[in-house]
């Protein structure tokens, strides 16, 4: 974790937490030592959110109504993306509102109290009236949080909670680090560069999508490029730096040995001009697509564009073929929770089994391979252009999700998601990526739930079940999400 002042300059490598405590100023002078007791709570607090991928923006205790004002001025200042409140003891709702107000960013409630239970037998011991009633403040962080809920409604903001302990509760730091993980999406694509080359797959009505909704709800710089630009790249690589990148394919890949060497030497060009041209654009993900025709080095470009794509993708710069903007958003979703993010569909069942197959041609998330990924040669691109080499592989077998990004009839994007099994045994050998797949409900139930949410064609895959993260990234946006069960 790197903390920061709300006064410095802004990076934007790091999503930004808030966070501040709350109390109440006319209880210091009576109630000795409660002051400094809930800053260490909050100080335990501010520990624990130390992560090294954030920035954490710590404000301490705010106590009185102007220091509201001050603080969510301060808050706003500082961009930050989030803010967590720890409700420490009761507190005027005014010493609230302008702090969330003012930031105009989500707000996640923690009210968390020092124990699982006080000592009732000593507590009603002590003679100490004035003291009981100190030690009863410090534990009764439960108390004001009806009277913030009820401002936030009226006033219109939405926040979220996590109710448990301070200290050995798992649920709440796990319900923590979500929260952490999908601010970190937001964070990630509201700063994205998105490259789009080429055009649509002509007549896949499904994922034509449109780039304003999709600015809008993620964020983000959409960049267009054209494929004559990777072809005059590819024509300034060097001999020697191919010798390199098709060493690296072999390092990398199994290269099946039919694969032909000039074959590898294309791949390689067109690799080493795709890492140019995410670097000269500063690119975060990319969708293409792109017939070729009637310009040879176009086509040349092309159809050897699936190694350097998978590579990429492997990478954290995901990659999507037929010019498949929604499907883009979930794989770099996928891909900045950790969990990979490979392009895929549906392939056909196996009722034999109860397994869905899904994959797809074109490139493929490596890093989330089971095994080592193959490399093979086709004659023909089926329904494209071209030939060339081609990756084979399936998603790590074990827990999967499956994520779609959708474009509704409505004109708003939401998610859809589902937790998934990848498991062993035969797939297609036909030089594409491809997966078995045991769905909640079986089969046949599977489809129809999933289909009937309206998603496009194509969807991501990452490994483990990630769909807590999928949720609050979904409430962090503001659009619907739901879970195919």
């Known amino acids: 974790m790197k903390s920061s002042t709300p006064s410095e300059n802004r990076s934007f490598s790091l999503p930004r937490i808030g966070l501040f405590g709350i109390g109440l100023d006319a209880y210091w002078p009576q109630f000795a030592g409660l002051k400094d007791r809930l800053e260490s709570y909050i100080q335990l607090v501010a520990n624990r959110l130390a992560r090294p991928d954030v920035e954490l923006v ?17 808050f706003r200042r500082a961009d930050v993306d989030i803010i967590f409140l720890y409700v420490t003891t009761y507190a005027l709702s005014a010493t609230v509102l302008p702090v969330v107000r003012r930031a105009g960013v989500p707000v996640v409630l923690l009210n968390l109290s020092p124990g699982a239970a006080l000592d009732y037998a000593r507590f009603n011991a002590s003679r100490d009236r004035t003291a009981m009633t100190g030690e009863w403040l410090a534990w009764c962080s439960a108390c004001p949080m009806p009277e913030i809920a009820n401002v936030f409604n009226r006033c219109g ?25 999908a601010v970190k999406v937001t964070h990630t694509l509201e700063h994205n560069r998105l490259g789009l080359m080429g055009h649509y797959y002509g007549g896949m009505l499904d994922i034509y999508s ?61 690799s080493l001009a795709l890492d140019r041209l995410v670097d000269r654009h500063g690119l975060g993900s990319m969708a293409y697509y792109h017939m070729g025709t009637g310009s040879a080095e176009n086509e040349d470009a092309i159809s050897s564009i699936i190694l350097g794509n998978s590579l990429l993708t ?44 899904m994959g797809h041609d074109g490139p493929g998330h490596i890093a989330i391979a089971q095994g080592k990924t193959k490399v093979r040669p086709l004659q023909v691109y ?26 509704t009839g409505g004109g708003k994007l939401k998610l859809i998601y589902a937790h998934v099994e990848s498991v062993p045994g035969p797939i297609l050998e036909i030089g594409n990526t491809n997966s ?42 503001g659009i619907e999400t739901h879970q195919v069960v």
Request: glycine fraction near 10%; hydrophobic fraction near 40%; charge should be negative.
């Open 58 to 74: 710590n404000l301490g205790l705010v106590d009185h109504p102007q220091r509201a004002m001050e603080a969510g001025h301060e």
């Open 157 to 181: 903001i939405a926040f979220h909670q996590i109710t448990g302990t301070l200290e050995n509760d798992p649920h709440v730091w796990t319900q923590i680090d979500q929260w952490l993980d």
């Open 210 to 270: 449109d780039l304003t909704l999709h600015a809008g709800t993620f964020g983000g710089h959409i960049e267009m490029l054209e494929v004559d630009e990777l072809a005059a790249l590819r024509a300034a690589i060097s001999d020697a730096d191919i010798q390199q990148r098709v060493q690296h394919f072999y390092d990398v890949f199994d290269v099946q040995p039919d694969c032909p060497s000039h074959e590898l030497a294309r791949a390689a060009r067109t």
């Open 314 to 357: 492997a990478r954290g710069i995901p990659v999507a073929g037929e010019m498949e903007i929604a499907n883009i958003q979930a794989m770099k979703i996928m891909d900045t929770l950790g969990v990979g993010g490979s392009f895929t569909e549906y392939y056909g069942v196996d009722f034999n089994d109860d397994i869905l197959l």
């Open 382 to 407: 089926h329904g494209k252009v071209g030939r060339g080499l081609s990756v084979e592989m399936s998603v790590k077998h074990g827990p999967v999700t499956l994520l779609s990004v959708v474009q």
């Open 436 to 477: 078995r797949y045991k769905v909640p409900g079986g089969v046949r139930h599977f489809m129809e739930a999933w289909n009937a949410h309206g998603p496009a064609h194509h969807c991501a895959a990452g490994i483990g079940h990630v769909g807590a993260k999928i949720e609050k990234l979904g409430h962090l946006l």
